[in-house]
């Protein structure tokens, strides 16, 4: 199958847009209005309406791009040409969605793609900027808008691009507003609640035109949330390596809903034939084991048009990577969880406690001894930066915290996910629009930490879907985080008297397994490991240590550490470089 892939090039000189485009889903869509060429990538929604036509009219009304701009709700990229004063104008989404690359060539032309590795190679020579390579070994993820090579930069959420004979110039349409007025628990619940509604009724809105749809569904909270916000509901699919109790409850949830039900066992070797496609959708900056879906388009093309994810929802209003830790009971952490304080040392805090920084490993291991410094410094610099952007939209404590992970938020490790199944079909968040970004902002931490607002608006919504257990815990899933500690704490004791209650279930019985047991089940993959110590693209960057890959790769052969996360990303660098050099 081959990729999907977008390359843009503008010259300010003519003022003529090139565009290719191959397997956009949905296709791109070229429009002329008022002596604009217009491209829309992606599904974006004007005054509540997924229509191309609605977009194109009220653009064409528009008389300034940013107010325009701020009207628009979902997911997409939008491309504005104007031949005659040779400008072009390129709008992100308030989430960057559709993560866009660009660069400024020698003679002024621009050129930008969906793929840093498509761009990249484009431009000839890697221009390595190792604070990104770094930052990307630590965090699994980059923050602001610098990429691998220093000639190319992420165009930032909620963004517009102009680039005319004058040059390149970027501006915010939009940004969070952390000086607002704060929800309670009600008015929270509430938000959330409406704003699931709304999102799922524009993102079917096109049901009765013979759309297919269907949704990706485990066993938790997010993805039941958009099953119960449906009308009509979705194909429900759920995949795992057996049909385990995450598919059980999934199943489960799906019945009760009146929904269709799909169980696909999980390919455990699935990347074999797919790692440099899943480097390529990542551009090398995300982790490429976190394309699950790359291999699934033979098994699922032929049963819906249109697949939902629920991601997103879990950051927004369950507080999933604030800075908490489970209360302990019976000696054994509980189910519901007390805020960390936040010293005054935020960025330092940040980056020795988020909770998707690489912990399995230590990532400066590999990182040659004369560097550690020097580059460790360029991170904390790299921190501040977002963190001086967050306070100047009035951020501190735990609304800063959240706004280094929110901001250009496609960044994060896990959208990978999403360009997984955008390589062979449709792919909507619906968790990602206006209402419930804006809920999140105004939603205290207080009120996340153990998903208060968020449990009473499903709560709201579905009660009978919300009785039926969490896969994660196996107890009721509306009940309240502290409830569900008793609860669990009851049954571990009435079972060491004979009991026979349900437990919280292994990581076997989880939707994914493990990035070890990934590795194992992969000959390409295993290879590509093996690989390491040789690689003449990891010496080439100039910072990573190959005797020490070496000894990493050993001691997780050999079963002495589980090294497998720290050799994935390096795999993924490897691929990388290889793919630009």
């Not at 979902?74 to 400008?87: A, D, P, Q, W």
């Not at 795992?240 to 598919?247: H, K, P």
């Not at 900056?285 to 699950?292: C, G, N, S, T, V």
């Not at 996340?448 to 579905?462: E, F, H, P, R, T």
Request: proline share 4%.
């Amino acid at each position: 199958m081959s990729r999907y892939s977008l390359v843009v090039q503008h010259d300010p000189g003519s003022g003529v847009l090139d565009i290719s485009a191959h397997r956009l889903r949905p296709p791109l869509r070229r429009y002329e209005q008022a002596g604009c060429q217009i491209c829309l990538i992606g599904t974006p929604i004007c005054r509540g309406r997924g229509d191309d036509d609605t977009v194109v009219r009220q653009l064409a009304e528009a008389s300034d791009i940013g107010e325009f701009s701020r009207s628009l709700d979902g997911n997409f990229l939008i491309l504005i040409n104007v031949e005659k004063n040779k400008t072009l104008q390129i709008v992100s989404d308030r989430f960057a969605s559709h993560a866009f690359y660009y660069s400024q060539l020698t003679d002024r032309r621009l050129i930008g793609s969906l793929s840093l590795s498509e761009l990249v190679s484009r431009l000839g020579r890697f221009d390595v900027n190792e604070t990104a390579l770094v930052e990307f070994l630590h965090f699994r993820r980059i923050f602001g808008e610098k990429t691998y090579d220093k000639r190319c930069s992420f165009l930032g959420a909620a963004s517009v691009l102009e680039h005319s004979p004058t040059g390149i110039r970027l501006s915010k349409y939009w940004q969070p507003n952390y000086r607002q007025s704060r929800l309670d628990l009600r008015s929270g619940a509430d938000a959330i609640a409406d704003g699931l509604r709304r999102t799922m009724q524009v993102n079917l809105a096109d049901a009765g035109d013979a759309r297919r749809y269907a949704l990706f569904m485990s066993g938790g909270l997010d993805s039941r949330a958009l099953l119960m916000a449906a009308a009509p509901k979705p194909l429900c699919i759920t995949t795992c390596v057996t049909f385990n109790n995450e598919a059980v409850v999934a199943q489960e949830v799906a019945k009760k809903a009146g929904a269709d039900f799909l169980f696909i066992p999980q390919p455990l070797a699935g990347y074999d034939a797919h790692i440099a496609d899943a480097v390529f959708y990542g551009g090398g900056q995300h982790l490429l084991a976190e394309a699950h879906f790359i291999d699934y388009g033979p098994r699922l093309e032929s049963r819906a048009d249109c697949f939902f994810l629920g991601l997103g929802l879990d950051v927004f209003f369950g507080g999933l990577y604030l800075p908490k830790h489970p209360v302990r009971w019976l000696r054994r952490d509980a189910l519901h969880f007390k805020l960390d304080e936040i010293t005054r040392d935020l960025t330092g805090t940040f980056i020795a406690g988020v909770k998707y920084r690489l912990q399995t490993s230590d990532p400066w291991s590999v990182i040659k001894a004369g560097a550690r410094v020097r580059l460790q410094e360029a991170i904390r610099c790299s921190i501040d930066e977002i963190v001086v952007r967050g306070r100047n939209l009035g951020a501190d404590g735990y609304d800063l915290w959240e706004y280094l992970h929110l901001h250009n938020f496609s960044r994060h490790y896990s959208f990978l996910m999403i360009n997984s199944i955008r390589h062979w079909g449709e792919c909507r968040v619906p968790a990602l629009c206006n209402d419930l970004f804006d809920a999140a902002i105004a939603l205290p931490a207080e009120l996340k930490a153990n998903s208060s607002a968020y449990l009473k608006a499903l709560n709201q919504i579905s009660p009978a879907l919300m009785r039926i257990r969490n896969a994660n815990t196996n107890i009721s899933a509306g009940m309240p985080f502290a409830r569900q500690s008793v609860q669990r704490a009851a049954r571990i004791i009435a079972n060491k008297y004979g009991g026979n209650f349900l437990t919280s279930p292994p990581v076997s019985e989880r939707s994914w397994p493990s990035l070890a047991d990934t590795l194992r089940a992969s000959p390409a993959l295993m290879s590509a490991l093996r690989a390491l110590p040789q690689s003449e693209q990891l010496e080439a960057l100039g910072i990573i240590d190959l005797d020490r890959v070496r000894d990493a790769v050993a001691a997780h052969l050999a079963g002495r550490r589980n090294e497998s996360t720290l050799l994935l990303l390096l795999v993924t660098l490897d691929e990388f470089a290889r793919h630009v050099r």
